[in-house]
């Protein structure tokens, strides 16, 4: 069983649509959550993080974490067609005095004008 | 200036030869990264440097061998190659911290034919 785990989509949704990507992890030592974008033939960029459950809002995305449940997720509203690309969960934590980021599988988002 | 630089951008190669990925990173990041990303998107943590010393080794096989000779340099050399080994392998800075961003490199399109 992966650490981290994502639906790999492809989701595809009409432009100006609510997108909802979601993860769940098993490794109770992650303490910090990030998504990152991914460009066809690109190397991933950060797009948001936290390190605590609730809501962190930024622009037209909002991620969210419920330790609890072991579960994020990253909303994007008035999806554009810009936003199609693989977002990809990451998580962070200290493991034998270092820190180690593991990523989830990605799901890739379509958004079509 | 690239912040992450990884050459070469593709690499064609045949079963058995033994070749190398180099990468640099400009921006003074203590930890550094190589991940591979299969078919499927899924970027899969190799190694972790941290100034100069293997820190994270996930059970990938002998053939693959990282070397740092500076913080600033983080290569990949891969022996024997295998059909397997084609994928997409990113290098990736970060600074010291939980919540840091990872910057990657543009990837290496490796294909062993």
């Known amino acids: 069983q992966k650490e981290v785990e994502q639906d790999p989509g492809p989701l595809s949704v009409p432009e100006g649509a609510i997108v909802s990507l979601n993860c769940t992890y098993s490794n109770s030592a992650f303490q910090y959550f990030m998504w990152y974008r991914q460009y066809s033939r690109k190397g991933p960029e950060l797009l948001m993080y936290t390190y605590s459950s609730g809501n962190k809002e930024d622009g037209r995305f909002t991620a969210q974490v419920d330790k609890s449940s072991k579960y994020i997720s990253l909303f994007i509203r008035d999806s554009q067609p810009s936003d199609s690309a693989t977002y990809l969960c990451a998580m962070s934590a200290f493991t034998t005095g270092f820190q180690k980021l593991v990523f989830g599988t990605g799901t890739r988002l379509l958004v079509s004008p | 200036d690239t912040a992450v630089s990884q050459t070469p951008k593709y690499l064609v190669t045949q079963m058995g030869n033994d070749k190398s990925i180099k990468c640099e990173q400009n921006?003074?990041?203590?930890?550094m990264y190589w991940y591979k990303q299969d078919s499927k998107k899924f970027l899969k943590i190799m190694f972790s440097y941290n100034n100069k010393e293997l820190i994270i080794n996930e059970t990938v096989p002998n053939r693959f061998s990282p070397k740092s000779p500076d913080k600033a340099h983080l290569n990949l050399h891969i022996n024997s190659l295998e059909l397997g080994d084609s994928a997409v392998y990113f290098c990736a800075s970060r600074p010291r911290g939980l919540d840091t961003e990872a910057f990657f490199g543009q990837g290496t399109r490796l294909t062993v034919v």
């Open positions: 921006l003074g990041h203590d930890t």
